[in-house]
């Protein structure tokens, strides 16, 4: 629940309590956007039946008022992509429901929609839920927890953006402590020879091709994609478009965008 941000902190909770919410306890201030410009609300955990209520609030005090919760998913949950509203209730009646957060199902990612300032983005890795965007510590943690869990932060980035998933401070320190890598393409055997520091990987060069586009790396992609012999090429190209066409199959739009981009950078058409 939310109530614009004049009303007093203790008036606020008597309100709710008076109409039957328990209040766990008093958030931050966020700011949304509605057809009558930016309006600050005072967020409010609480527990109960909220469907409704901001009206009653409103009669209350006078104030615009702020409900979010169940009634308010936009979009069908079965499809793992959806917003999640809330409904913004002003003194005169006029009313209107805003889009507070995309949530993505596939990347486990709450990404706040344009239409709010003040709401954190999060991912959900091993069972734990991460702020966005990553600090160095939570990328080193996910290190740990090994390869899907970095492959799930890899493609958040290729769908997101760099910057939105990862903070401005832990790139700086990655840059820092950067280990140099060298890469070994063996176009005859289909297979790519990853060197990191002390560390060798060898990895099919579909596989590798494939988590470049995905991680955004497109000039590194183009480079080994021109540096092929031309059944090569082709075979690569077949990738893409299988790999395209599966995630549209599949309902997963965001990522197959990511795929259809990042082959336009390419110059391919898919």
């Keep these: 629940m939310g109530l614009a941000t004049e009303v007093d902190e203790d008036v606020g909770k008597s309100a709710l309590e008076e109409i039957g919410l328990v209040v766990r ?20 955990e609480v527990e109960g039946e909220v469907e409704g209520v901001a009206s ?14 169940p009634h308010l998913i936009l979009g069908e949950v079965s499809a793992r992509l959806w917003d999640e509203g809330a409904k913004v209730v002003f003194p005169d009646g006029y009313s209107e429901v805003v889009a507070l957060y995309t949530y993505d199902g596939f990347l486990d990612v709450r990404m706040p929609t344009d239409s709010v300032r003040g709401l954190k983005a999060t991912i959900r890795v091993e069972g734990k839920t991460y702020e966005l965007p990553l600090k160095l510590e939570d990328l080193i ?21 760099l910057e939105k998933v990862v903070s401005k401070e832990a790139l700086e320190e990655l840059k820092r402590l950067k280990i140099e ?31 470049l586009l995905y991680r955004g790396e497109c000039e590194r992609a183009k480079k ?4 092929a012999p031309k059944e090569i090429k082709q075979s690569l190209l077949e990738t893409i478009k299988e790999e395209y066409n599966a995630l549209k199959e599949l309902g997963e739009e965001s990522r197959a965008k990511a795929i259809l981009e990042a082959a336009q950078k390419l110059g391919l058409q898919l």
Excluded: H, N
Excluded at 144 to 158: L, N, R, T, Y
């Design 224 to 227: 080994v994609y021109e540096g």
């Design 181 to 211: 890598v060298k890469v070994e393409v063996d176009y005859e055997t289909g297979f790519v020879l990853v060197k990191e520091g002390a560390k060798m990987k060898v990895v099919s060069l579909r596989d590798y091709f494939l988590e």
């Design 141 to 161: 943690e996910m290190q740990s927890k090994g390869p899907e869990a970095v492959e799930k932060v890899e493609k958040a980035v290729a769908v997101y953006g």
């Design 25 to 44: 306890e008093a958030l931050g201030v966020i700011e949304v956007k509605t057809a009558r410009g930016w309006i600050r609300f005072k967020l409010y």
């Design 56 to 69: 009653s609030l409103v009669a209350a005090l006078g104030v615009p008022a702020l409900e979010s919760g």
